[in-house]
């Protein structure tokens, strides 16, 4: 598990499928949390050393962000920035921000910032933040989104401005076929190779 994320964390070696079993098992026998101990939990949780703990975090923040304050976002920034990886990003982009933005509709202009700011993880997160919105999602966003991050040459925006396209191609396949060829010219080959795999 540490070699495959390169080295960059340790790791308890706790296998995805088990420590989801125990995550279940310890929350049902908890009172439900409100939402600062849900948002304290994951700051500590952040702060140890074993990676698996961050993934408990999110599991804990995505079971909670259907009906958490908008004043998560700002917890949520803090471990989207902190032990950056595509790993816990991607997972607080989609369970977390996306659902929580959907609740909180005015918490979309953050991820207008966010998208053209310097962060690469910020940015990243919030091109992947509609992943599960399917027939909710804001097209004129996600496209925009898609070329605002297309100059940047970082892997990650690059695979991520892809993946977004490719998963709303589930749902309006027309649609994404036609921006592909209007901007062919800016995006980037893998960007455009990600969106079509399943056109």
Do not use: C
Not at 2 to 15: A, C, D, I, L, T
Not at 67 to 89: C, F, M, Q, Y
């Amino acid at each position: 598990m540490r070699k495959y994320m390169r080295n960059q964390f340790v790791f308890f070696g706790v296998p995805t499928p088990e420590r989801r079993r125990i995550t279940r098992r310890v929350l049902a026998a908890l009172d439900e949390p409100r939402s600062p101990d849900v948002e304290t939990f994951a700051v500590l949780a952040w702060e140890r050393e074993e990676r698996e703990l961050q993934y408990v975090a999110v599991d804990v923040l995505a079971a909670h962000a259907g009906r958490a304050r908008p004043e998560l976002l700002v917890t949520v920034r803090r471990l989207i920035t902190t032990k950056s990886w595509w790993d816990t990003v991607d997972a607080l982009a989609s369970k977390v921000v996306g659902p929580l933005v959907r609740r909180h509709p005015e918490l979309v202009g953050t991820l207008d910032d966010w998208i053209v700011g310097r962060d690469l993880w910020l940015a990243r997160t919030a091109m992947l933040h509609q992943l599960a919105y399917k027939e909710h999602t804001d097209v004129d966003r996600l496209f925009r989104y898609s070329l605002a991050l297309a100059g940047r040459e970082d892997f990650f925006a690059r695979k991520a401005i892809g993946w977004a396209l490719r998963q709303y191609a589930v749902t309006d396949p027309r649609a994404v076929e036609r921006f592909l060829s209007d901007h062919a010219a800016d995006l980037s080959p893998l960007t455009r190779r990600e969106a079509a795999k399943h056109l």
